[in-house]
């Protein structure tokens, strides 16, 4: 087999589903060739050298063979295994709905090489961060942004006026902050508060450094995870399932170490 036939990148484990008796197929995002499906054969047996490194959310250096439908994983070896994820049932929910938000709203071999690298900062930072939903608010935010979905957070997004401190509201369907004028108008808008708006904002520079230091109440919090819940939903046109698995876990207060 030629060398054209063979495909070397990182990559970072988004879903496995089984194959027969002892092989998967990994859907993975790599850093060069976007969203990938390959099978990795044999991996469940005991004696496979490549079933350690391909658990969902590990982030590997892969070798792949080009096959006619789907490519083969022929090496394997891990870049970071994110531990926390291991670890903390919470964390590993998140990890669950960045996973699913990148495999849903990706297309197959589109490369999008800062959606990869955002996707590695993400899960090392839901596996460590203080807070694991703050990392989840910016992933959100940035993503949107990478796949171009970015809302409008700085002027009204039907009149283009700058936006007052009050009387705000968010519009999934007009795609961003409304003006007390504008949001009489819309039948999507929802109420979106001062304090909101300007973290939206700061999660939308993508200043984790600041981000990560951010005390912020439940009550925003709660307004923070609606609003782009909403949005991302909206933009993907599915439902999440994740989203019921992090919603079940806070509703029987199995939220980790958070």
């Not at 099978?39 to 959310?57: I, Q």
């Not at 519009?171 to 808008?189: E, F, P």
């Not at 999660?203 to 600041?210: E, P």
Request: positive net charge; glycine residues 6%; aromatic residues 6%.
């Amino acid at each position: 087999m030629g060398s054209t036939h063979l495909i070397r990148t990182e990559a970072v484990v988004l879903r496995r589903h089984d194959l027969g008796e002892a092989d998967r197929i990994i859907t993975l995002y790599t850093a060069h060739h976007g969203k990938l499906r390959a099978v990795a054969k044999g991996v469940r047996r005991p004696t496979s050298k490549l079933g350690g490194h391909l658990e969902l959310f590990t982030h590997s250096q892969i070798l792949l063979a080009r096959g006619r439908n789907l490519d083969i994983i022929t090496q394997v070896e891990t870049v970071s295994p994110f531990l926390g994820l291991r670890e903390d049932l919470w964390r590993a929910s998140h990890a669950y709905y960045v996973a699913e938000l990148v495999d849903r709203m990706t297309e197959d071999r589109s490369e999008n090489y800062a959606l990869f690298r955002l996707l590695v900062a993400t899960l090392d930072r839901v596996a460590t961060a203080r807070r694991a939903d703050q990392a989840i608010r910016v992933f959100e935010l940035q993503a949107l942004d990478l796949l171009g979905y970015r809302p409008e957070l700085r002027h009204c997004v039907k009149c283009r006026q700058p936006l007052d401190a009050d009387a705000l509201a968010f519009s999934s369907l007009d795609g961003g902050t409304l003006c007390r004028t504008c949001q009489a108008s819309s039948t999507s808008a929802r109420a979106l508060s001062a304090n909101a708006l300007k973290v939206l904002r700061l999660y939308q520079t993508g200043d984790w450094s600041t981000v990560s230091r951010l005390r912020l109440d439940e009550a925003l919090r709660s307004e923070l995870e609606q609003v782009l819940h909403e949005y991302v939903r909206f933009v993907a046109e599915t439902q999440f399932k994740s989203e019921a698995f992090v919603a079940s876990l806070r509703q029987f207060g199995l939220t980790g170490s958070r």
